[in-house]
Nanobody
Framework: QVQLVESGGGLVQAGGSLRLSCAAS????????MGWFRQAPGKEREFVAA????????YYSGSVKGRFTISSDNAKNMVYLQMNVLRPEDTAVYHC??????????????????WGQGTQVTVSS
């Protein structure tokens, strides 16, 4: 099991920035990649970005590419999501996730089996 705790959410105006953090503990070595997902009320959980622990591979969804940056600190077991130029449509609960053992860079929720509780991000217009 991998335990994940997100932090850094909040209320921000459109065009602003937030940085989310995800602290991982437990069997972190069992996951080769970490991801960020978001879920808005009444919508499916949506992939945002993923990164390998080494940082050598990164993937973004089209809706955030160029605005969001994912990064990892292997030594501290931390994953970050820097979000810039935020839009009202970015409003959601953001979840950190650890990939299933043996799965490389999954971009759907089915590739992840450990999830954090989430942190709320609200962007006002």
């Amino acid at each position: 099991q991998v335990q994940l705790v997100e932090s850094g959410g909040g209320l921000v105006q459109a065009g602003g920035s937030l940085r989310l953090s995800c602290a991982a503990s437990g069997r972190t070595f069992s996951s080769s990649a970490m991801g960020w997902f978001r879920q808005a009320p009444g919508k499916e959980r949506e992939f945002v970005a993923a990164i390998t622990w080494s940082g050598s591979r990164i993937y973004y969804s089209g809706s955030v590419k160029g605005r969001f940056t994912i990064s990892s600190d292997n030594a501290k077991n931390m994953v970050y999501l820097q979000m810039n130029v935020l839009r009202p449509e970015d409003t959601a609960v953001y979840h950190c996730a650890a990939a299933r053992e043996g799965v490389t860079m999954p971009t759907t929720r089915y590739g992840y089996n450990n999830w954090g509780q989430g942190t709320q991000v609200t962007v006002s217009s």
